[in-house]
C-alpha cells in the first residue's frame, strides 16, 4: 500500500506553531519525526534526500531559505497564520523577553515604536517567512513584490489555519488523517494576563504605524496575506464540511458572510417559479448545516405542507431547541424563521429540522409528513 506524503508545518513563530506541533507529534513515532530543533534547513533536507524524505511521517520547524519549495510534491504543508497586529506585538515581546542576541539587546533598548522603525520587517514578518521558506530574495521596500508567488503557496496547503482556530484546525486534520478526535488543545507558550497593559500601549503604536507612508505599506502586505489565509482556510474548511456531509448534500445559498447545506433526509428537488425547491423525504429529523460569520437568523419558505401541522415542527442544535418561528400564511404557503446568534462563530454548525409525526401509521410515502422548501438564506 502507497505510504502518504510527510506532513510539513511550516512553524511562523508567534502563531501558536508549538501547541500545534505538540499535538501532531503524538500520532508519530519518533523515528518518523524530522526536524534540527526548532528550525529546519534546505542543507539539512538535502543531505536527507528528496526520496527518503517521503518516508518521512512529519517535518516540522521554522523554515530556512528553499525548504518550503524543495518540499513542495514531497510533504503536504499545513500552517497557522495571524492577525498581524497580534503577531507582530506577540513577536516583539518574545524578543525583548527572551535572548541574548543584537536583536534581543536592540528591542529592549529601542522600545517597540522605535524598533518597528529600525525593523520595519517585522511588520510583514509571516510574508516575509513565507517568502523565505520559498527561496524567494524579497527587498524590504518591494515587499509585494513577492505576492502573487506566496498566495499560490497558500492556496497549494494542504490545511491552513488562523490562531483564532486553533481547536478547529487540529480537528479537521486529525479527521483528514483519521487520527482520534482531539480534546482539546493545550496552547503552549500563552502570554498571561500581566502582559495586557503592555499590549493595549502597543496597538496604539501600531495603529500609528499603520499611517506612516512606509510602515503603513508593509502592514498592508502582511494584511493582505493574512486576508486570504482567511478565505482560503474558510474554503478548506467548507470542501471538508461537505465531503463529510456525503453525497445527499445540497448547498442552497451561498455568500461571503455563510452558506448554507442541506444534509440528511433533504432530497427530490422541485422548481418552483424558476427557483429551485427541496422536499424532506420523510417524518423525523431533516439536517440543515451552516456557517456564519455574524449573527443572523436562517430563512427558508414554505411551498406545501403534506400532512404536517404547523404547531408539531420544532428545530433543535444539539440538545436545545431553538425558538424557531414558523408560520402558515392564508394562501396556504408559509415561511421559517430559526435565529442563529449562538451559532455563529464561522465555524460549520448543524440544526434539526423535527417534524413530530403524531400519525405513526402513516409513514409511506407519498402520505408522510412532509415540506417543500425554498428560497434558503441567511439574514
Not at 502507497?2 to 523515528?31: C, D, W
Not at 524579497?138 to 503557496?153: A, F, I, M
Not at 464540511?241 to 433533504?266: H, Y
Not at 409525526?357 to 409528513?369: C, E, F, L, Q
Request: glycine share 8%.
Amino acid at each position: 500500500m502507497a505510504r502518504m506524503p510527510a506532513l510539513f508545518y511550516f512553524h511562523v513563530a508567534k502563531t501558536a506553531g508549538t501547541s500545534m506541533i505538540n499535538e501532531i507529534r503524538q500520532h508519530f513515532a519518533e523515528a518518523d519525526i524530522l526536524n534540527e530543533g526548532v528550525n529546519v534547513t534546505l542543507p539539512f533536507l538535502q543531505a536527507y534526500g528528496r526520496e527518503r524524505l517521503r518516508d518521512v511521517g512529519f517535518i516540522h520547524g521554522h523554515p530556512g531559505s528553499g525548504v518550503a519549495a524543495y518540499l513542495e510534491g514531497v510533504a503536504d504543508a499545513i500552517m497557522l497564520l495571524r492577525n498581524p497586529m497580534d503577531q507582530t506585538i506577540s513577536n516583539y515581546l518574545s524578543l525583548s523577553r527572551i535572548g541574548t542576541d543584537l536583536v534581543h539587546r536592540t528591542a529592549t533598548r529601542l522600545g517597540f515604536r522605535n524598533f518597528v522603525h529600525t525593523y520595519p520587517e517585522f511588520l510583514a514578518f509571516q510574508t516575509l517567512s513565507l517568502a523565505t521558506g520559498l527561496g524567494l530574495r524579497v527587498r524590504t521596500d518591494h515587499v509585494y513584490d513577492c505576492l502573487p508567488e506566496v498566495l499560490r503557496y497558500l492556496e497549494s496547503t494542504f490545511l491552513l489555519g488562523t490562531f483564532e482556530q486553533i481547536g478547529t484546525f487540529m480537528s479537521n486534520l486529525a479527521r483528514m488523517k483519521q487520527w482520534p478526535a482531539p480534546v482539546s488543545v493545550r496552547h503552549l507558550n500563552q502570554s498571561g494576563q500581566e502582559q495586557q497593559p503592555a499590549r493595549d500601549r502597543l496597538k496604539e503604536v501600531y495603529a500609528e504605524a499603520m499611517i506612516d507612508t512606509h510602515l503603513g505599506a508593509m502592514i498592508a502586505v502582511e494584511q493582505a496575506v493574512y486576508a486570504k489565509a482567511r478565505s482560503i482556510a474558510a474554503n478548506q474548511r467548507g470542501r471538508t464540511a461537505f465531503r463529510d456531509l456525503g453525497e445527499t448534500a445540497r448547498r442552497v445559498w451561498r455568500s461571503a458572510s455563510g452558506e448554507v447545506i442541506l444534509g440528511q433526509n433533504f432530497g427530490q428537488r422541485e422548481t418552483i417559479d424558476g427557483e429551485p425547491a427541496w422536499w424532506t423525504l420523510e417524518a423525523g429529523q431533516s439536517h440543515i448545516h451552516f456557517t456564519t460569520r455574524l449573527p443572523a437568523t436562517l430563512h427558508a419558505e414554505i411551498r406545501i405542507w403534506h400532512a404536517v401541522d404547523p404547531t408539531r415542527i420544532e428545530v433543535w442544535t444539539g440538545e436545545d431547541k431553538l425558538n424557531a418561528r414558523i408560520e402558515r400564511t392564508s394562501d396556504g404557503f408559509g415561511s421559517i424563521a430559526v435565529p442563529l446568534e449562538r451559532l455563529a462563530d464561522d465555524n460549520w454548525a448543524t440544526i434539526t429540522l423535527h417534524i413530530v409525526d403524531r400519525y405513526v401509521s402513516i409513514n409511506k410515502p407519498p402520505w408522510y409528513p412532509r415540506l417543500l422548501l425554498h428560497r434558503f438564506r441567511l439574514g
